[in-house]
């Protein structure tokens, strides 16, 4: 962010728009670029969870409980009842359970990054970064990372197909690959063709979610982020070049309106993803 006071809007946001990286991305996929500001701050704030669920969970009382312990069994509730609903195998929510509550909090904190001032950690980073002999590039909302939710939806569908083998057995499921959503046929050739057939649609099916899954957190918290850039340069142009006054009034009444609405954005984003995961997890269970 050096000399961000002479950047155009467009500079600005290209440059709010570039990751902490290891190296410089040479094609569209590149699996040796590693995102660190995404890896970091996703870190950290798994560990924040972790660590507020230890503590909760370390001062539970039997008797009656307080704000925050009530706020967390709410939320525990609210989950498991979610889980009971799509997964009907109680040995199988002993795990699918607590992964979805941990799912929803890592990716609601993770959401909640977009809630701090756009320039905060930029600004502490424009100073502190290039001083230990790294880029001046930081974004801090892991979401708005294609990298991060594609990771969380591969780790979704991993999970399906260990529970589709788990649940239907290597064969019962390889079955299933060949004869869904079409059936099969008596006749040898029909067979092998609507095998083709259904195997290609299966594939195209995990595909599909898998991708969609991912892409529709990123697009929402990508501008979300997009969208609190500009306001922020909607403030800096009315300080700077209006003087102020009115106009800056507006960006303040845009920025709070933006922010509460999105309050609710991340929140259900969270939700969403958690819900997907566990219908996902759900149709492993089930025999088409």
């Avoid at 989950?79 to 509550?101: C, E, F, G």
């Avoid at 819900?275 to 269970?285: D, K, P, R, S, V």
Wanted: aromatic share 10%; charged share 10%; glycine share 8%.
């Amino acid at each position: 962010m050096a000399a961000e006071g002479t950047l155009t809007p467009g500079e600005y946001i290209r440059h709010h728009l570039v990751h902490l990286s290891n190296k410089k991305q040479e094609s569209i996929v590149d699996f040796s670029v590693i995102n660190v500001d995404s890896v970091v701050v996703s870190s950290v704030l798994g560990l924040i969870m972790c660590v507020v669920f230890w503590l909760c969970a370390r001062k539970a009382t039997a008797g009656v409980p307080g704000r925050f312990q009530a706020a967390v069994e709410i939320l525990v509730e609210m989950v498991d009842n979610q889980a009971k609903s799509v997964i009907h195998n109680a040995t199988s929510r002993k795990l699918i359970a607590p992964m979805a509550l941990a799912v929803f909090v890592w990716i609601f904190l993770m959401n909640f990054m977009d809630m701090v001032p756009v320039d905060l950690l930029p600004s502490i980073w424009h100073s502190a970064g290039p001083a230990m002999g790294f880029k001046d590039y930081l974004r801090v909302v892991p979401t708005a990372d294609l990298s991060t939710t594609l990771g969380l939806s591969f780790s979704v569908l991993a999970l399906c197909l260990f529970y589709n083998i788990k649940i239907k057995g290597l064969g019962g499921w390889t079955h299933e690959l060949v004869t869904a959503p079409f059936g099969t046929s008596k006749n040898p050739i029909w067979a092998l063709l609507l095998g083709v057939v259904n195997f290609l649609m299966q594939m195209i099916e995990f595909v599909a979610k898998t991708v969609s899954h991912g892409m529709r957190l990123f697009g929402n918290m990508f501008a979300g982020e997009l969208v609190f850039m500009l306001i922020a340069l909607l403030g800096a142009y009315a300080t700077l070049s209006l003087g102020g006054g009115l106009f800056f009034v507006g960006h303040l009444i845009a920025g709070t309106v933006w922010t509460l609405f999105h309050i609710l954005v991340i929140t259900l984003q969270a939700f969403i993803f958690m819900m997907l995961a566990l219908i996902y997890l759900g149709q492993a269970h089930d025999a088409h």
